[in-house]
């Protein structure tokens, strides 16, 4: 399929959903989790985004959480956030993202589920009580206005299972689409690598936006930027 084509198949389809990584927010500046210059590269993910981590050295993970916040703070979102959000608010859509920085939102999206949890959360360890939160330093840990109990990142940890909301409703929301848009990821975090595959059908057309392309089955790979294929694509 040309690209030409892909952009008739969008213009014909009657609901258009975006699959997105982390490669969507490169081009804000914020680091991918694999490959070169990846956030994991500095960092040994079990020392920090595990449940473990966690419990052995709270003050530690939520310092690493804080400076993401205030990363992503800095951060705007770019012209492929725009055009998605933008392509949505004039047609049926939705995104469901692994992303935790909220940029999808932040660019004026109106439907976005959030398959790993949320850099903006918090959620008590002991009641399960979840609030907004952007901070970007804790002097003390912050602890549950309502039963005292530790509070911990709202985002999802390896090892752990996906919310089972978002996880609900992600396969219900691929499952209208009739044109996929995968957009930058490497698609090796399970389950949410599986989900185009196991929720399209034969006739969903799949798109993938990547510089490094890495989801089999889409009939077109753009092998450029979110930044700069997405606008082609949708405007
Ligand atoms: P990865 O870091 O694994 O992959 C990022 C992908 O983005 C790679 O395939 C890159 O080629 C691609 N990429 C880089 N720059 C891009 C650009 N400008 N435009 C488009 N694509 C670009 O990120 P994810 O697949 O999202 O989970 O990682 C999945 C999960 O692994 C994350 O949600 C996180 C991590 O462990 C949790 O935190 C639970």
Redesign the pocket.
């Known amino acids: 399929m040309s690209l030409e084509q892909a952009r008739e198949a969008i213009a014909e389809a009657s609901y258009v959903a975006f699959f997105t990584?982390?490669?969507?927010s490169?081009?804000s500046g914020i680091p991918?989790?694999?490959?070169s210059g990846?956030l994991w590269e500095g960092f040994r993910?079990e020392e920090l985004?595990t449940p473990g981590a966690f419990a052995s050295s709270p003050r530690r993970v939520w310092d690493w959480y804080c400076w993401r916040r205030q990363k992503v703070a800095e951060a705007v979102p770019h012209a492929g956030h725009l055009a998605v959000a933008d392509y949505l608010e004039r047609h049926p859509g939705g995104v469901v993202t692994?992303?935790?920085d909220g940029l999808h939102q932040r660019s004026g999206c109106p439907e976005v589920i959030e398959l790993?949890g949320s850099l903006w959360r918090r959620r008590c360890q002991v009641c399960d009580l979840e609030e907004p939160d952007d901070s970007t330093e804790y002097p003390e840990l912050p602890v549950c206005s309502s039963c005292g109990g530790s509070f911990r990142p709202g985002?999802?940890?390896?090892g752990e299972s996906l919310p089972p909301g978002p996880w609900g409703q992600a396969p219900k929301l691929l499952q209208r689409a009739d044109v996929i848009i995968v957009?930058?990821?490497?698609?090796?975090?399970e389950p949410?690598a599986s989900l185009v595959g196991w929720s399209r059908s034969e006739a969903t057309t799949v798109i993938e936006?990547?510089?490094?392309p890495?989801h089999g089955g889409a009939v077109l790979q753009i092998a450029q930027?979110?930044?700069e294929a997405l606008p082609r694509l949708l405007l």
């Open positions: 990584g982390a490669g969507m490169t081009e991918t989790f694999r490959g990846g993910p985004a692994q992303n935790v790993h985002v999802v940890w390896f957009v930058g990821t490497s698609a090796v975090v949410a936006v990547n510089p490094d890495a930027g979110a930044g």
